[in-house]
């Protein structure tokens, strides 16, 4: 093997072929065998579920909400919650996994002796413990990159079971999210309205009636019904003028329109048209008809509206008006209300606001977490049957090649000619080439068919150091042998056999291969 180059390597595992192809053959059974009986199937089932905003999350301060912030510290810190030890230990009570000897081993311990009797009798919170470390090695959490996704992945021995810890570990975690929510708000709103029920006493006016400030201010009262009657005047002579625009542009006849608007429309388009159905143009005129028909529509969308705000006006006003006969007996209480509106102010602002937050959080009933795909029955995923007979064929062909090199290793051949001369200082009479064949079948035809070959020339050269020294008595046998199997013997033997038969000193004689 001293000199035992890429070719000869080749070669070497070509002669011993069959070697390691029984040797791979072995290892993808026992592949088989292993991936089959040796170990067990393991399922994986997967849940996904999604972080979200409550409602009326942009409405309120940061500090009063429990949403997420939407940056990668948050998801991460929700993705550390859910794989959490005591998410793990309210899943294993919530599916009873302490009698699952998947996740028990204390279960199987029970039923042998030593050296399992001490995992046997551990206490139950000590078992319960190795439980939680099992099912937390069984679960996967991850996080889809730029999202707020978490997946939920679980592998177990049982496609069901598999399933079903996803979702109820999606399920525990969401549920759990919802109760934290609630118990701020209630919270919140204890704070905001106090044991008894009531929001403070600042809010309340004193005296035992409601009044509006701004509306008890005789000025202001004043003011507002003086701007309440001029709005409702403007209103009225608004109308006055749709009425008689509309007569206007009903009166007004396209077909025998001959170029006068009168002045009272005021509007552009009608103008320029009319400047066009002067000259005679039949377009001009019936979009002049078109743009009437607009117009008086337009009118009538507007007199709506106008009637709508006049009598709201006018409802307002007459309400105004009591109001302002009602208020010249109660200016001094209004006045002392005032006051103390003011005083309270700022009181009355800071819980108007925690009430708002509170009632934001009361409306926002989603949780902080939702489902939003639940877990199917697992796929299974191990063994991998295709990749373990491929490993074990790889083994046995790995092994099969070692037994090759070893035997070979082992094997006392000397590679080369002046090797040979030095370790038994016997000189070498020639040296053979390897034939340019595939099978040793075609040898005996390859030296017929190729007399000046490589190979055959080689061997006329033996003949000749083997013969021309005892011409006189040439040697009657001829011995060929080695110290490994797989030297050459049978070419040497067929090569040398054909150059003496060449001279035709072969015709009776006999070879004997061993």
């Not at 403070?200 to 005296?207: C, E, K, V």
């Not at 009437?292 to 008006?321: G, P």
């Amino acid at each position: 093997m001293g000199g035992l180059n890429l070719l000869a390597f080749v070669r070497l595992c070509w002669a011993h072929r069959y070697t390691i192809a029984a040797c791979s053959g072995r290892g993808l059974l026992q592949g088989f065998g292993i991936s089959t009986f040796a170990m067990k199937p393991r399922f994986r089932s997967e849940t996904t579920l999604v972080l979200t905003r409550p409602a009326g999350y942009s409405d309120v301060p940061s500090q009063a909400m429990t949403g997420l912030g939407g940056d990668i510290s948050a998801i991460n810190t929700q993705v550390e919650i859910l794989g959490s030890a005591r998410m793990m230990h309210n899943l294993a009570l919530e599916l009873n996994l302490q009698n699952d000897p998947e996740f028990n081993p204390a279960i199987l311990a029970s039923r042998w002796t030593v050296p399992w009797q001490k995992l046997a009798d551990r206490s139950d919170s000590e078992a319960l413990g190795i439980v939680v470390e099992n099912v937390t090695q069984a679960i996967s959490i991850k996080n889809v990159r730029n999202s707020d996704v978490i997946r939920i992945s679980t592998t177990t021995n049982d496609p069901q079971k598999s399933a079903e810890i996803a979702d109820t570990l999606a399920q525990l975690f969401c549920s759990g999210s919802d109760q934290r929510k609630s118990r701020r708000t209630d919270r919140n709103c204890f704070m905001v309205v106090g044991p008894g029920g009531r929001a403070g006493a600042g809010n309340r006016p004193a005296g035992g009636r409601h009044q509006d400030p701004a509306a008890a201010n005789p000025d202001a009262l004043a003011a507002q019904l003086s701007e309440t009657r001029t709005r409702l005047a403007n209103l009225q002579s608004r109308l006055q003028e749709l009425d008689q625009l509309d007569q206007t542009l009903v009166d007004l006849d396209p077909e025998h329109f001959k170029g006068e608007v009168p002045e009272v429309v005021h509007d552009r388009i009608l103008s320029g048209l009319s400047r066009q159905v002067a000259t005679g143009d039949a377009a001009a005129r019936i979009a002049l008809a078109e743009r009437v028909s607009e117009l008086i529509a337009q009118n009538a969308r507007e007199r709506a509206e106008l009637d709508h705000q006049s009598r709201t006006l006018s409802q307002l006003l007459t309400a105004l008006e009591l109001e302002f006969e009602k208020n010249a007996s109660v200016t001094a209480e209004l006045r002392q209300i005032e006051r103390d509106a003011r005083a309270t102010r700022l009181l009355h602002e800071t819980f108007l606001s925690r009430l708002k937050e509170a009632a934001v959080q009361q409306g926002a009933q989603t949780p902080d977490c939702r489902i939003i795909s639940t877990a199917t029955p697992g796929k299974q995923v191990a063994p991998r049957y295709g990749l373990t007979m491929f490993l074990g064929v790889i083994a046995g062909a790995a092994l099969g090649l070692g037994i090759v090199l070893v035997r070979q290793i082992r094997q006392a051949a000397v590679p080369t000619g002046s090797d040979l001369e030095m370790t038994t200082s016997v000189p070498v009479l020639g040296h053979l080439p390897l034939a340019t064949i595939r099978q040793r079948s075609q040898l005996a035809g390859y030296v017929s068919t190729n007399p000046t070959s490589p190979l055959s020339e080689a061997a006329r050269n033996l003949r000749t150091s083997l013969l021309s020294p005892n011409s006189d008595a040439p040697p009657q046998v001829i011995l060929c042998t080695s110290s490994a199997p797989d030297e050459g013997k049978t070419t040497m033997s067929i090569a040398f056999a054909q150059s003496l038969a060449g001279l035709g000193r072969c015709s009776d004689g006999r070879a004997q291969h061993t």
